[in-house]
DNA sequence: TTGAAAGCGCTAACAT
DNA sequence: ATGTTAGCGCTTTCAA
């Protein structure tokens, strides 16, 4: 037996350590570990000889054990607000792919934007010691900024430029992409305009650009005539029904500036259902340039966002020696059919 | 200094141990110990001193020791084909509701849908010593499953019945799934159906779905006019390029059966954009209910999968004692506007 | 090139 | 209710 506890009878299979290894392989454990690792050097027929005890014990490194000896792992921490906004998988398809050439792992934790669910899941991220973090937005709980400044990892926030950062910073101005979506509509000749978005106290960005889009409204004399504030998962349905309820309630809305593109081709469908002229008496324009909103019957008007740039920046910039940095990444209007 | 190795100077801020809590609240290490896990009996005032200690220094607990102590996170691993098709943010949000309940925090890895890049990634979680671990589908290569086998560890396949399970099954036929599709389509009155749906080498279940529904078509004496394998994620924008590809090739078709939702809104695209009466000149069926098919404008038909509870099951199941299991979940075919 | 030994920070008996 | 003492399985000097 080759741990003491490990009883009498076989059949206690408790996992194989690298002690069993070194011991069937007959080396010490040190030169097991630098096998494992490929780091420091060992000799070839040495090295076979560890690799087939490994093969035959069917040995699993725990990394437990690995990370705490070696104070670090090689988890990078990612927090998200949402998965049924395709923003997200997409950044997190541009962190992954980045990480996997360094050998890092990510680990994905959903806040369903809720900044206090962000704070316990990124205090619970913190205590299994990742190599850095990544979270979305500028915005938090003072207790989460705390935490994130006095972690001693690199932290990137993505996705945001309106505020101040903690460490690395890349993304863009919601402002200023609402200020370039509302100078579109007016210049398309849309005057009576309402905004559907989620509810700004979870989604911050979302509320950015209404204000970005307002602050130029303001500026002509205007002002939205409506803002719908949608809670739960954005999503088509969603979209439509809000555009429904607020042709209703003010006919004279001759444009609707969705905060992403799901709202907008919801509104689309409520359009084409209901036999409303698009773009001819009612303008819509999105935002976050789907897949969805590209093919759609009538290509969609929308702004553009490198989110998988942005996620393949991050897993670079984090990695980086350097100093704190912000890095502002552009967006593009892209005029569809729609407005 | 309360760590020998701190060194003379306060700058050196190595993190926060338990250790030094203890010291600080003039406590023992087991008492913060069982502060912090709520666990055992404390007494009021000394819990007290132990969270006043905590707060002043910013302690967060490590849980790689913790892990290692104590033979086993909280961690629960989930592994899936890709973030781009909503059925799998649903599932994940299954069980991370109800996981949340437990304690414990779900770890994701995507695999792209590749099978092989499927076992790096349970090899890299195994070495985590989750508490559990989730897997989609049933066809893994021998070496995951023989890994899957030798864990110890519960083991919930997901989403699928139709094959050998290791441990936990939670699913349904896509067999059948493709079975009753193809009786649907046939009492419409279809008979020159082609198939859309991804590469079966990389995604087995839409493979299952295509060859249900041919079986049924061949009693019939008939089969699929062409079958379309797209790889690549699934998109709208995918389904509609298919969709003009086949009807180009094949004008005589009468009807796509989509694997997915994502495709068939693409097809439904397409025929609009082109002014293909639907389901008049073409019957169009999608699979897999999701939110775009349902406010399209004609709402599509659909089979419905409930992936959500079978992520909530899951995350259940895998805490339950019990021997291994096969739950079989229902789907429910959506008759919509489009076939 | 290899091995021995000392921890990493925590939990889990076991005392008290 | 609280403290003491062994480890958990690995990495990392430091010798040999």
């Known amino acids: 037996m080759s741990r003491k506890d490990r009883g009498l009878r076989g059949l ?19 030169t097991v570990s630098r096998v494992v690792r490929k780091k420091g050097s060992v000799s070839p027929p040495t090295r076979d000889r560890v690799m087939a005890a490994i093969q035959k014990l069917g ?54 934007y809720s900044k206090e669910r962000e704070e316990a899941l990124i205090a619970s991220m913190l205590a299994w010691r990742p190599a850095a973090l990544m979270v979305v937005g500028l915005d938090h709980t003072p207790g989460t900024r705390r935490m994130l400044a006095a972690s001693h990892i690199r932290i990137a926030e993505l996705l945001d430029l309106d505020g101040e950062g903690i460490d690395i910073v890349i993304g863009f101005s919601h402002a200023q992409a609402g200020r370039e979506s509302a100078r579109h509509l007016l210049s398309r000749g849309y005057r009576r305009i309402a905004f559907i978005g989620r509810d700004f106290a979870n ?41 429904g309820r607020l042709i209703e309630r003010h006919p004279s809305i001759d444009a609707f500036f969705c905060s992403n593109d799901d709202y907008a081709v919801g509104a689309l469908f409520h359009c084409m259902a209901k036999g409303i002229a698009v773009p001819g008496r009612l303008g819509i324009m999105g935002c976050n340039g789907l897949d969805i909103g590209r093919s759609a019957p009538l290509p969609l008007t929308t702004l553009l966002t490198p989110r998988v740039e942005v996620g393949e920046m991050a897993a670079r910039l984090v990695f980086a020696q350097g100093p704190a940095q912000r890095v502002a990444v552009g967006f593009t209007l892209v005029p569809g059919a729609t407005a």
């Not at 054990?65 to 950044?91: E, M, Q, R, T």
């Open 12 to 30: 206690e299979t408790a996992a194989v350590t690298l002690q069993d290894v070194s011991l069937e392989a007959g080396v010490g454990a040190s």
């Open 59 to 112: 040995y699993v490194p725990n990394r437990l054990a690995g990370g705490l000896a070696s104070a670090g792992s090689n988890l990078v921490g990612i927090v998200i607000p949402s998965l049924h906004n395709v923003v997200f998988p997409d950044l997190l398809q541009g962190v992954t792919r980045q990480l996997d050439q360094t050998g890092h792992q990510a680990v994905i934790a959903v806040t369903d």
């Open 203 to 243: 989604d911050t960005r979302s509320g950015k650009r209404c204000e970005g889009f307002r602050s130029v409204l303001r500026a002509e004399g205007l002002d939205f005539v409506a803002i719908e504030q949608l809670e739960g998962e954005s999503s088509t349905e969603a979209g439509r029904a809000a555009a």
